[in-house]
């Protein structure tokens, strides 16, 4: 089996075996659900990533593990429901990783406070006994003294209710760690370029190493295709003529500093302007303003989507109405986008608003075996991993095993609570590594050894993959993040034993990445 702490090896895993069980493709949370799932009921498991884990919509969500108050408004009870169990699960299985958070939304008009009320009872109901606290009322003052960077005129009250917040790409390093640990295979840089069939059936794939360009045909039983929003074109490999099932839609964030909205809970802003939910929300040190629904039904590039300049203006706008001193452009640390793999109802050409649409998951199965599983939520991962692969078993013929999920304890869970450090038990391991005492850069909690741990036990392969996933700089703040991407060039070339050459790519890959956190178009400074 591969083990990511054989960065230099990386492939053996392929060259020894050709037959699994399973073949998922796409290393996002649906993907890396799905293989912690198969891999923990003792199937032969192999995960395959185009570029890097997380590095689509999982790295770039609102960062919460939540029931979602907007779905109420959806009637989306069911979801809400699934999810706030969910929230629970994870809370008991990583608890390094994931934390209650106190939201509060303030009502300007009394109406709105009876009614915000009303709505944060009913998803404590929801709740039951997986509800973290049950929302409260609070009064003017208890609102100011909660979110002290709040406009006071006019305000009358407003509701305090608990959700649980997360750093996205940390819990998909340790889902690809946790596969690993019950004996899944796990790679990133390796897409899926092609479906094997035989009778008709889909009997496994091509695969491309990005680096080498070397090729592998494998066998797999099942064939789980968990590529996000590019869904569509895997489904194409198996039907070429397959109508589209996905309608994109993206959702922005801007990263500013945490004098902007002070204190230790958030804020959510029940209706904007264009009715949708915003949310400022303290997140690393900074604040985290999010997010937008724009359809992008026109995207044919679907990776590393830019902000659009309305939607920076729009999320502005909206903040400087409620904040006492809103940040300007110049403000702005980090901006990102992410694509929502939404599913369009059947027959809906209506692609101007997205916001309506479902945000639950769906499993299609297509005539050749092709199991394809898009939509949903981060919350509920594990749950879209549980029933994918039921119905892997189903299509293939598995011998049946039940899902042990919902109490497994994922990579690094900590046995005492009080350990909170987002590597749990691997952070004391870092000592032993070159650079525990010297900072990456002032700007950021990060070490040296953070970087050389995450080459030899997290798979990173580039200086994006550190900057970006391992670590957060890119998402914290862009521009300090740029200039230490010379120095983990160099720690990655000692590690990998880098050419000059392939130095040089992943620098300016890099580079390009920083521009495009400072919401700068690709060469185009
Ligand atoms: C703005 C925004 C905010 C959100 N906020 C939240 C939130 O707060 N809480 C929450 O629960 N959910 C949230 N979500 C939803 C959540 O982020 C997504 O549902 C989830 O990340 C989707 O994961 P995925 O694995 O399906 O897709 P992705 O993360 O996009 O993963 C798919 C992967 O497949 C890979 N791939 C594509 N083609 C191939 C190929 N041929 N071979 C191999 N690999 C391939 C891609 O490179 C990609 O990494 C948010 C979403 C957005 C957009």
Redesign the pocket.
């Known amino acids: 089996m591969n083990r990511p702490d054989s960065p230099l090896d990386r492939l053996a895993a392929l060259r020894d075996s050709k037959r699994w069980d399973v073949l998922i493709?796409?290393?996002?949370?649906?993907?890396?659900?799905a293989a912690v799932d198969a891999a923990a009921r003792g199937y032969r498991t192999l995960l395959?990533?185009?570029?890097?884990?997380?590095?689509?919509?999982?790295?770039?969500?609102?960062?919460?593990?939540?029931g979602?108050v907007r779905y109420l408004r959806q009637g989306d009870f069911a979801l809400v429901s699934h999810?706030l169990h969910e929230r629970s699960h994870l809370l008991a299985n990583a608890p390094h990783l994931v934390h209650p958070l106190a939201f509060v939304i303030p009502a300007w008009r009394g109406i709105d406070w009876v009614v915000y009320g009303a709505g944060l009872k009913f998803y404590d109901l929801l709740a039951g006994h997986h509800s973290l606290d049950a929302s409260v009322s609070l009064n003017r003052q208890e609102v100011i003294a909660a979110l002290p960077g709040l406009r006071r005129k006019h305000l009358c009250g407003g509701i305090r209710y608990w959700d649980g917040q997360f750093d996205?790409a940390r819990l998909?390093i340790t889902l690809m760690r946790t596969a690993i640990d019950l004996g899944a295979t796990c790679l990133n840089y390796?897409?899926?370029?092609r479906l094997l069939k035989s009778g008709g059936r889909i009997v496994g794939a091509v695969?491309r190493d990005a680096e080498s360009e070397e090729q592998f045909e494998i066998q797999a039983r099942a064939v789980i295709n968990?590529?996000?929003?590019?869904?569509d074109?895997?489904r194409q490999?198996d039907e070429p003529t397959a109508p589209p099932l996905l309608t994109p839609?993206?959702?922005?964030?801007l990263v500013v500093d945490a004098d902007f909205l002070p204190g230790q809970q958030a804020l959510m802003i029940p209706k904007t302007e264009d009715g949708r939910v915003m949310f400022a929300i303290p997140w690393q040190g900074k604040v985290l303003l999010?997010?937008?629904?724009t359809p992008r039904p026109e995207l044919h590039q679907?990776?590393d989507p830019l902000p659009l300049d309305r939607e920076i203006d729009f999320l502005l706008h909206t903040a400087a109405g409620v904040l006492v001193q809103p940040p300007t452009r110049t403000d702005i640390r980090s901006a990102f986008?992410?694509?929502?793999?939404l599913i369009h109802p059947e027959n809906n050409s209506d692609h101007r608003s997205t916001s309506a649409l479902s945000?639950d998951?769906a499993i299609m199965v297509s005539t050749s075996g092709l199991i394809t599983?898009?939509?949903?939520?981060?919350?509920?991962?594990r749950r879209m991993g549980e029933q994918v692969v039921d119905c892997a078993i189903q299509v293939a013929g598995l011998p049946a095993e039940l899902s042990m999920t919902r109490t497994l304890k994922l990579h690094g869970c900590p046995t005492k609570p009080e350990n909170d450090n987002p590597l749990g038990t691997d952070a004391s391991l870092l000592i032993e590594l070159p650079g525990h005492d010297r900072v990456l850069h002032p700007a950021f909690p990060y070490s040296e050894a953070q970087v050389r741990f995450a080459i030899r036990h997290e798979a990173a392969r580039t200086t994006e993959d550190i900057l970006a996933r391992r670590t957060r700089a890119f998402f914290l703040d862009a521009k300090a993040a740029e200039s230490s991407i010379q120095r983990v060039g160099e720690i990655l070339a000692q590690e990998l034993t880098l050419s000059p050459e392939r130095l040089q790519a992943i620098t300016s890959q890099a580079q390009q990445s920083a521009r495009r956190f400072q919401g700068i178009p690709p060469d185009n400074r």
């Open positions: 493709i796409g290393g996002g949370a649906s993907g890396l659900g395959v990533e185009a570029r890097d884990f997380a590095s689509g919509t999982s790295s770039c969500s609102t960062k919460l593990i939540h979602g999810a996205d998909a390796l897409p899926v370029t695969l968990a590529t996000g929003v590019h869904a074109r895997v490999m839609s993206q959702g922005i964030h999010g997010t937008t629904d679907l990776d986008a992410g694509l929502r793999p945000r998951h599983i898009a939509g949903g939520k981060w919350t509920t991962y």
